[in-house]
């Protein structure tokens, strides 16, 4: 079994009725359910309230892949909870990013720039498959049409991705990598655009059939899963 921790800040769900309506059980909770309808997934769930932002090192040591969903508190994310995370993608455990995760203190750790782009709220986006035999993009359409999404657009700030496999196309021009993943230490890292809270991106049968694919992706079942020590971690880069 693939052990998943999904962790959401669960912020906008308390704080706005438009939100909740979309995702009564929180951004988490929604994701969680359709994951852990997989029979080799099983699922837990996380959030930033919780002590040690429920990311504890008994939690992250009995996890295989963290889904983290992040908007408007990153700099509420404890930096102990930040190193853990860290030491524990670079001993081994999948992480997947998702949406505004990008400018999360744990994916600045993981890959060294800022992650800055450029976004526009109330578009329209169509996700092109551009890497079709890559694992992350089976039974996943050459081209899925997002009706209302927020614009995200380059330049994007990132590292050069080991795979770029969707590119994102908006209705006012703009492009953006909007799946790419890397590989820091002996962890898989996916992170992937569509997902703004106002829109129920995460109800789409394609948009959940690529998380789920990334879960398994990120996921080595014959890895050995060794965290770094607290007390001699591993350069960000060699």
């Known amino acids: 079994m693939i052990r998943v921790t999904v962790w959401n800040e669960f912020l906008h769900e308390i704080n706005q009725p438009e939100v909740a309506a979309i995702y009564p059980d929180g951004i988490h909770g929604c994701i ?42 990153h700099d509420r994310v404890e930096d102990a909870t930040v190193e853990r995370v860290h030491r524990h993608v670079l001993g081994g455990m999948g992480f997947v990013g998702l949406h505004s995760a990008h400018h999360s203190k744990v994916m600045k750790a993981l890959l060294g720039t800022t992650l800055n782009l450029r976004w526009r709220h109330d578009d329209r986006e169509r996700l092109w498959c551009i890497a079709p035999a890559h694992p992350i993009a089976d039974g996943v359409p050459q081209q899925h049409e997002l009706p209302i999404e927020e614009m995200y657009g380059e330049p994007f ?13 908006f209705s006012g021009g703009e492009v953006f990598r909007s799946g790419v993943t890397y590989t820091r230490g002996k962890g898989r890292i996916f992170y ?23 879960v398994r992706w990120a996921y080595l079942p014959c890895r050995t899963r060794e965290p770094i020590p607290i007390e001699n971690p591993e350069p960000l880069e060699k």
């Open 192 to 214: 992937f655009q569509p997902g703004h809270e106002q829109y129920p991106i995460y109800h789409d049968p394609v948009i959940r059939r690529i998380i789920t694919n990334g």
């Open 32 to 73: 969680a359910d359709f994951l852990g309808k997989e029979e080799d997934i099983t699922v837990r769930t996380a959030t930033l309230s919780q002590p040690q932002n429920g990311l504890s090192e008994e939690v992250l040591c009995d996890t295989d892949v963290l889904v983290w969903w992040g908007h408007m508190a």
């Open 157 to 169: 700030d990132i590292p050069e991705p080991s795979e770029t496999i969707f590119l994102g196309w």
